[in-house]
Structure formats: structure tokens, C-alpha cells
């Protein structure tokens, strides 16, 4: 059975149309990129997928299970913006998050954070942008989950931690879950992923596995998405 689902998925707010009619099957055990320009409809999918937006028409399977709570206790989930609340200390958020979920690992939590160098006890309001960004990486990485998505995981750390980030995500997900990647960086990613999906103007216009593709068009997943969406 596939992770997740997705049967002729459609939402639409107001008079734009953000996702047409989207047909997806993400399989168990891989890492994928989920690559389109701005405003391709990335970010809806995936919060559709997380249970944060209602679908206009269409169904999303998560485990065989419609999206709701059930879902949610399988699903780690990183959005792009930092949500945690900035007066807590790192300790207080670790103890947070292993109250609230089942299956956080604490202990993991905590190895991760001191490889990345971040004081357990440091306010997160004292910390930089790209710390806290780790911080929430971190928290995601550390819950025993059957699905993690991932919102521009990259975007605000310097080059050097990105590959110990990426690192990271390929060694802390257990053999049967599958991690969902949306990211501009994909030079930088893209030797960790097993399959792709492109998406354009709401659309998936194509779901492929990583090597095949690469074979195929005769260049790297970078060089095949600028040439698709040349501008």
C-alpha cells in the first residue's frame, strides 16, 4: 500500500485556482523532491496533505486513512515559517514536544542539538533566524514518524551545516518511512533523493524516480528542472 494517496486533488480559493486536479502515490522508503518555481502550489499541497486546508474537491490517503487526526500523529511536519514560541528555552520546547507526541524521542532531540552546536538552554528569542530554524529541524527529525514533510528546510543555514542537515534527515528515518523535500536549493539536495515530483501552475506535470530521469534527460535534477521551467 502507498504512504499517500492523492485522488483527482483540487483547491481552489476565491477566483484562483491553486491545485488542478492532482494524482499523486508517494511510496514507502524514499526521500522526494517536490520542485516547482514560486507560486506552483508546493506549499498548499503539503498543507493540504498535513490536514491544514480543506480540499475543493478531491481526496488525500494517508496510510489508507483519510487526513485527520489519525494522520497527524504520523506525519512530522516542518513548515517554512518558525511557529515556536520564542519566550521558551530550548529545554522547555523539547519538553513540549515529548508531552505532546507519542513518539518523540528526546534523547535524540537532544544528540542533534548538541552535533549542531545550539545551547539547550538558550531562549529561542535570543537565537538567530538559522538557529531557530534548526531548532525546529531538529524537534521534526526527532519524532519516530511514517512521514516527513519538509517546507524549505535549507533556506536560512550557511552552506557548511546544510550537508550535515541533509545528513542528518537520511539517517533519522526509519526504514519504512518516506521524507517529502520542497526546496529551491536542489543542487544541494539532490543527492539524497530517490524520486521527484515537478509542479507547475497547480499541476503535476511530472513524477519520476531520481536516476531514471537524470539518464534520460543526460543532466543532473537542477539542469532538468531550469531547462523545464525556463523562463
Do not use: W
Request: proline share 2%; hydrophobic share 40%; aromatic share 6%.
Amino acid at each position: 500500500m502507498e504512504l499517500v494517496k492523492i485522488n483527482n486533488l483540487t483547491k481552489v480559493y476565491g477566483k484562483k485556482v491553486a491545485l488542478r486536479d492532482v494524482n499523486l502515490s508517494i511510496p514507502r522508503g524514499k526521500i522526494i523532491g517536490l520542485l516547482g518555481k514560486n507560486g506552483a502550489g508546493k506549499t498548499t499541497l503539503i498543507k493540504l496533505i498535513n490536514d491544514l486546508l480543506t480540499p475543493t474537491s478531491g481526496e488525500i490517503l494517508v496510510d489508507g486513512k483519510k487526513v485527520g487526526v489519525e494522520s497527524k500523529k504520523i506525519i512530522s511536519y516542518l513548515p517554512e515559517r518558525t511557529y515556536l514560541n520564542k519566550q521558551m528555552k530550548v529545554s522547555e520546547v523539547i519538553a513540549y514536544f515529548e508531552d505532546f507526541y507519542d513518539n518523540f524521542d528526546s534523547k535524540k532531540a537532544k544528540k542533534l542539538l548538541k552535533d549542531l552546536d545550539l545551547d539547550i538552554d538558550e531562549k529561542l528569542s535570543r537565537m538567530s533566524k538559522g538557529m531557530q530554524e534548526k531548532v525546529q529541524l531538529v524537534l521534526v527529525m526527532s519524532r519516530n514518524a511514517d512521514l516527513y514533510i519538509l517546507d524549505e528546510p535549507l533556506g536560512g543555514v550557511d552552506p557548511a551545516t546544510r550537508d550535515y542537515i541533509l545528513d542528518t534527515i537520511l539517517s533519522n528515518f526509519k526504514e519504512n518511512a518516506s521524507v517529502i523535500i520542497s526546496t529551491h536549493l536542489i543542487s544541494d539536495i539532490e543527492r539524497i533523493l530517490d524520486e521527484v515530483i515537478f509542479i507547475d501552475k497547480g499541476s503535476v506535470v511530472l513524477q519520476s524516480d531520481a536516476d531514471k530521469l537524470r539518464k534520460k534527460e543526460k543532466g543532473s535534477i537542477d539542469e532538468i528542472f531550469r531547462r523545464q521551467f525556463k523562463c
